[in-house]
Nanobody, 115 residues
Framework: QVQLVESGGGLVQAGGSLRLSCAAS????????MGWYRQAPGKERELVAR???????SYVDSVKGRFTISRDNARNTVYLQMNSLKPEDTAVYYC?????????WGQGTQVTVSS
């Protein structure tokens, strides 16, 4: 059973930064494409950043130039560095494979950006 544990969220003012971490256990994720997803209140979950097994990355337009996704296969951990945060980035952030193959989502980590 794969377990995902996200951490690093918090309350930050607009323009601030946070670094999120997601640790996976129960499998070796080096062969998977991994992604960070977010879900804001009343909205559907969306994929915001993806990193392939070959470390190629892609981002949704709204976070390009501000967010950076990275991975440490030795630690089974994926990161999301978020800079220049905006109030519209407020959401619960989750990680999972891209496309989603692990049915067990983690608890997520709350990011709240105040204006």
């Amino acid at each position: 059973q794969v377990q995902l544990v996200e951490s690093g969220g918090g309350l930050v003012q607009a323009g601030g930064s946070l670094r999120l971490s997601c640790a996976a256990s129960g499998t070796s994720f080096r062969t998977y494409n991994m992604g960070w997803y977010r879900q804001a209140p009343g909205k559907e979950r969306e994929l915001v950043a993806r990193i392939r097994s070959d470390r190629g990355t892609s981002y949704v337009d709204s976070v390009k130039g501000r967010f950076t996704i990275s991975r440490d296969n030795a630690r089974n951990t994926v990161y999301l560095q978020m800079n220049s945060l905006k109030p519209e980035d407020t959401a619960v952030y989750y990680c999972n494979t891209v496309p989603v193959v692990w049915s067990s989502w983690g608890q997520g980590t709350q990011v709240t950006v105040s204006s």
